[in-house]
């Protein structure tokens, strides 16, 4: 049976959610790798240097807090 997906985009399978719910580290990671592009579009941030140049680079702090929520929603839903 082939796996579902949405605009094609493989989605997680429903045993990866469970087992990550139940606490597997493999599975948090799995799901972590799987959200990794939208979290780091979401961190991507435009600076400028001193002479006015534009650098996009993805703000690791930001990106962090957001993997640390993902993680603490996984693990806590009742």
Do not use: F
């Amino acid at each position: 049976m082939k796996n579902p997906n949405y605009k094609d985009i493989e989605l997680l399978p429903l045993s990866v959610i469970k087992a990550a719910r139940a606490g597997d580290a493999e599975a948090v990671e799995r799901v972590l790798r799987y959200y990794e592009g939208y979290i780091n579009k979401l961190c991507t941030r435009t600076l400028y240097d001193e002479y006015g140049q534009p650098h996009v680079c993805v703000d690791e702090y930001m990106k962090r807090r957001l993997e640390i929520k993902l993680i603490s929603s996984i693990v806590t839903i009742p």
